[in-house]
């Protein structure tokens, strides 16, 4: 397996989503898009919010390639042209126009827990200062999910006085957990999860560059995904689809948890040489959803405390990945979390 790049967006040898020119799905962001665009009326700012996985960060990327290369599409379209310099560019991230804020591997090369604020003040300079090539700039936040309070107050200084021709495109797991202040200063484009049939064309595309994924299991992995391509990666990922499995079991038995059961579950996420740990936790994910939004109903969910224990569980994940903490304690932790949004 060839050696990649340690990008927070990036799953195994796939293409990050600066790399991936198809995006699949998404007709009527993309029609938004374009429309505001011919219109003369393209925001300031696009809150580009979904699940994990479905194309957020690759439509944005999507985006910025259209809106750099002066809209160099063709009609009802946001699709550049691989080979425009613009597009290019934009790939390999060094278009003088385009500011990207994501969390990147330190000196030491671990990639750290959160965006830090002193990369968020880059914002500042960067829309202070004249375009390159006097055309429009284009900053690119991935994710605000990863970015502290320090960092969305100095996002924010920005957002509330836009210079002209300047465009925020903004990804988000989770918007509703954003300050109110940054959701009112942007347009929200939602996007949904993909069908099926979708994810398995994903997949297919990603194959040639993922030759240990099994084809024959790409419709399984995709009915089990919520609609995420990311987490479809995981599921055929090593013991992927066997921890969802496993992971099923347990939350389908709440409040009653089984000890012995989480140990082994913690024991097979330990080395996590696959997809594991991103298949485990997008299963607890998916549940504390599906309650949220009414498709799973338990009585004993409160769901005013829902958004407190995602919130727990995306962190816990984070800090098990950045800091290699100990799997079997991740999976207490997750569950003692859970149990106490189980109880009256």
Known sequence: MSEVALEADRFGTAPSPRENRRLIGHDEAQALVRAAWDAGRLPHALLLGGAEGVGKATLAYAIARFVLSGGAAPAHSITVDPDHPAARQVTA????????????????????????????????????????????????????????????????????????????????????????????????????????????????????????????????????????????????????????NATNVLLEGLPDIDPKALHTLGERLQGDRGGALESFVGTVERWISDHATGRRQTASVRLARLPEVWEKVRRAAVDADVYNLDRKTLVFRIFASLNEALRP
């Open 93 to 244: 991230l060094s278009h003088p126009d385009l500011l990207v804020l994501r969390r990147t591997p330190s000196d030491s090369g671990k990639l750290p827990a959160t965006i830090p604020a002193e990369t968020v003040r880059r914002v500042r300079s960067f829309f202070g200062s004249t375009a390159a090539l006097g055309g429009w700039r284009v900053c690119i936040v991935d994710t605000l999910d990863e970015m502290n309070v320090q960092g969305a107050n100095a996002l924010l200084k920005t957002l509330e006085e836009p210079p002209a021709r300047a465009l925020f495109l903004l990804v988000s797991h989770a918007p509703g957990r954003l300050l109110p202040t940054i959701r009112s200063r942007c347009r929200m484009v939602n996007l949904r999860p993909l069908t099926g049939e979708q994810v398995v064309e994903a997949l297919a595309n990603l194959a040639p560059t993922m030759p240990d994924l099994d084809r024959d299991r790409f419709a399984e992995a995709a009915d089990a995904s919520g609609g995420s391509v990311r987490e479809a990666l995981a599921l055929l990922s090593g013991d992927g689809l066997a921890v969802r």
